[in-house]
């Protein structure tokens, strides 16, 4: 069954923003830290941010200073918030669910389907 739900991904100009969505079930919301994953084709899946139940957050070096993610507890939504996107950031971003780290996949127990971005240059 699909628990976490993307939306908010398509095609940008590199300097461009987007934001994506992740609707979770109010079960997996509550108990699990929120991030978001990204794969681009040929690499490996690779941690992009978190957030905790205490809202504590983690972001890739690749990304700091340019995305941003925070939650909505009444909606149990997570977003993240790209800004000054670059055609590095082009991948299939997952919304995930778990024990997250900021390296590997590793402590993941729910995925999204993925949601496809795409920056231009």
């Known amino acids: 069954q699909v628990q976490l739900v993307e939306s908010g991904g398509g095609l940008v100009q590199a300097g461009g923003s987007l934001r994506l969505s992740c609707a979770a079930s109010g079960r997996i919301f509550s108990s699990n830290t929120m991030g978001w994953y990204r794969q681009a084709p040929g690499k490996q899946r690779e941690f992009v941010a978190y957030i905790t139940r205490g809202s504590n957050t983690n972001y890739a070096d690749s990304v700091k200073g340019r995305f941003t993610i925070s939650r909505d507890n009444a909606k149990n939504t997570v977003y993240l918030q790209m800004n000054s996107l670059k055609p590095e950031d082009t991948a299939v971003y997952y919304c995930?669910?778990?024990?997250?780290?900021?390296?590997?996949?590793?402590?993941?127990?729910?995925w999204g389907q993925g949601t496809q971005v795409t920056v231009s240059s």
């Open positions: 995930a669910a778990g024990g997250l780290r900021t390296s590997g996949i590793a402590g993941a127990q729910y």
